[in-house]
């Protein structure tokens, strides 16, 4: 029985991933002189999964990230004009417009009459809450939870805030290891809606075998899915 819908946020809610990849295409057009662009690709991946240690997720890591790649790639050779827009583009990122994928506040608006909401993000607090402003969606929302890192202990820690059973959760997201895994572990059930791209370090193999999980291909099709449920 789901008594709780908790959602991811990017490129669940809103695109995101998208406009990263467009960032990174944009770098190795800059870099073009120094290396190809599936170097470029694989060495910012290389240190941005090695930052995110130090940085968290966002985009404010993502450009120290670029820019400590555009530095070792052109071995110094980067110019300051160059590297200056690399933190123009960063900005750009940080301040953008936000746009909502198909059906979202429709979606959110049906489900919020049968069920308490629960948005859970990751990232960089100021540019998640600036999103979620951005997004004119925080009002279908009874909480909102954004976390550093997006694994069974963040997610037992916010249920067990909130006095609620995972068993009796539903967690919906992009993500098969950061928002589909961990609900399977602590008994709830997970809802997978593949973006059209997805972050290196959120790629995964294969898909959970267990009849708690399902897959969708739009978030239009959540509300008959838990009925069903
Ligand atoms: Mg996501």
Redesign the pocket.
């Given at each position: 029985m789901i008594k709780v819908v908790a959602l991811?946020a990017?490129?669940?809610l809103w695109h995101s991933e998208s406009r990263f990849q467009d960032t990174q295409a944009r770098l190795s057009e800059i870099l073009d002189s120094h290396a190809p662009h599936d170097h470029v690709q694989a060495h910012l991946h290389e240190l941005e999964a090695r930052n995110i240690k130090l940085f968290g997720f966002g985009i404010k890591g993502f450009t120290l990230s670029m820019i400590e790649a555009a530095i070792e790639i052109s071995q110094g050779g980067i110019t300051a004009a160059e590297i200056h827009e690399i933190v123009m583009m960063g900005k750009a990122m940080l301040d953008g417009p936000m746009e909502l994928l198909d059906g979202v506040g429709d979606t959110l608006a049906a489900l919020a009459l049968d069920f308490p909401l629960i948005m859970i993000t990751k990232g960089d607090h100021m540019d998640q809450y600036n999103k979620i402003e951005k997004s004119g969606l925080a009002g279908h929302f009874k909480q909102i939870e954004v976390v550093m890192n997006k694994d069974a202990a963040a997610y037992g820690e916010i249920f067990s805030r909130h006095d609620i059973d995972p068993g009796e959760v539903v967690m919906v997201?992009?993500?098969i290891p950061s928002?589909i895994l961990p609900i399977l572990e602590l008994g709830g059930h997970g809802v997978y809606i593949p973006y059209h791209v997805t972050a290196s370090f959120e790629r995964h193999e294969t898909e959970p075998d267990s009849p708690r999980y399902r897959r969708l291909t739009r978030i239009q099709e959540l509300p008959a899915l838990l009925k069903a449920i």
């Open positions: 991811d990017d490129d669940t997201g992009n993500s928002d």
